[in-house]
Every structure is written in structure tokens, then in C-alpha cells.
């Protein structure tokens, strides 16, 4: 079974300071990996995926994640954060023989502070 | 181009009736899924579609909840004999299928209340 861990439910950043959202995750297979953003009252955005190519992955909007399987995180960065940034993220994870089925974390609710 | 559509946006309903909540994909998308989200649970996987079949649908909470998919198109999330647990919303995605992973897009929800 696959599941995610989301470490913090909240993170608290300046603008214009680096931006850390941290992902455990486990799985049976060779799993994908992907961060959405959900902004409020708007529907989830897919920011990036890792699928077993390169290991440090870059998405929309200038975040990147890290995928170490060693340590089986998947780690989302920002060097700068923008206001517009603040939003809820979700790491998310599905297996690699039944990819359609996604298995969300709990969600990281992002504030970035003038 | 058109995203993936949910009606209604909002359903406000009494416990015990019948509710439908209806998906339009994107087009040329074979796959749909269903997920919830709700403030206790997060999100959860409900169902999917390849075509008009239902391959898995070990995440439909209870036998109350069911869907259906027809021309490979629109589908509908029907719950029967609504329980206030059901409030939550009610998210739709649509995808390519074939091998690997392909992105999952969202339609923007239906908020479901059970009064």
C-alpha cells in the first residue's frame, strides 16, 4: 500500500525568503511522485511530477522537488517566495502499476507574510 | 481549451434525498476519476473510469454512493439516502491512459451539505 506524509500542516515564510515543504512517502512499487497546489476556491494544479527520469524535478512557477529514495522524500523548494504563492500543497503518490489511483498527504498550508 | 467541468458548484440538500453531481472531462480524456475532500478525511479516492467501465471502485464509502459514465463522456456521482458525513466536496479529474503517469486535471469541485 502506498501512503504520504506531509510534515507540516503549516509553514510561515516572508516574501522573498526560501520556501521548504517537506513529503514522506512509502510504496510496495516504483512509485510517481507529484505536488499539486490548491488555491483558495480554485481546483487543484498539478506544479510538477517525478516518473522515474531525473531525480531533481523543476515545475511551474519556479518550485522544485528532489526525489531521494533512500530517504524516500520528495521535498518541495522555492528559492524566493512570492505572495501569490500562498496556497494549500499537496504531496501525492501513486504506484507504478496503477498510476490512475492517487493517494494524497494531508495538505501544507503555505502563508507568505509581507 | 475547456477543463474539466462540475455542476453544481454548490448543492445544498436535506438528509435522506437523493443527489446527483454530474463531470464533464476534457475532451479526449479516456480516464475520470472521482475523489472527496472533506475536513477530516482529506482527499480520498472514490472511483475511476477507462471508457464508460469502472475498473476500481474500492474508495465509494458505502453502497449508498454509486456511479456511472456514459459515450465515454459525462459522468455521474450519484448519493443515495444522503447522511451528513457526506458533506464535503466533491472533486472530478480527468486523464490521458496508457502507460506511465499521466497528469490528473481537476475540475473545480462540487460543495456538497447534508443539513
Known amino acids: 500500500a502506498q501512503s504520504v506524509t506531509q510534515l507540516d500542516s503549516h509553514v510561515s515564510v516572508s516574501e522573498g525568503t526560501p520556501v521548504l515543504l517537506r513529503c514522506n512517502y512509502s510504496s510496495s512499487y516504483s512509485p510517481s511522485l507529484f505536488w499539486y497546489v490548491q488555491h483558495p476556491n480554485k481546483g487543484l494544479q498539478l506544479l510538477l511530477k517525478y516518473t522515474s527520469a531525473a531525480t531533481l524535478v523543476k515545475g511551474i512557477n519556479g518550485f522544485e522537488a528532489e526525489f531521494k529514495k533512500s530517504e524516500t522524500s520528495f521535498h518541495l523548494t522555492k528559492p524566493s517566495a512570492h505572495m501569490s504563492d500562498a496556497a494549500e500543497y499537496f504531496c501525492v503518490v501513486s504506484e507504478g502499476g496503477s498510476n490512475y489511483k492517487l493517494t494524497f498527504g494531508k495538505g501544507t498550508l503555505l502563508t507568505v507574510n509581507p | 481549451g475547456a477543463g474539466v467541468s462540475q455542476s453544481p458548484s454548490n448543492k445544498v440538500t436535506e438528509k435522506g434525498k437523493d443527489v446527483e453531481l454530474r463531470c464533464d472531462p476534457i475532451?479526449?480524456?479516456?480516464?475520470l476519476y472521482w475523489y472527496r475532500q472533506s475536513l477530516g478525511q482529506g482527499l480520498e479516492f472514490l472511483i475511476y473510469?477507462?471508457?464508460?467501465?469502472?475498473p476500481d471502485k474500492s474508495g465509494l464509502p458505502s453502497d449508498r454512493f454509486s456511479a456511472e459514465r456514459t459515450g465515454g463522456s459525462v459522468s455521474t456521482l450519484t448519493i443515495q439516502r444522503t447522511q451528513q458525513e457526506d458533506s464535503a466536496v466533491y472533486l472530478c479529474?480527468?486523464?490521458?491512459w496508457g502507460s506511465g503517469a499521466y497528469e490528473q486535471y481537476f475540475g473545480p469541485g462540487t460543495r456538497l451539505t447534508v443539513t
Open positions: 473510469f477507462q471508457g464508460n467501465s469502472a
Open positions: 475532451s479526449g480524456h479516456t480516464a
Open positions: 479529474a480527468s486523464s490521458l
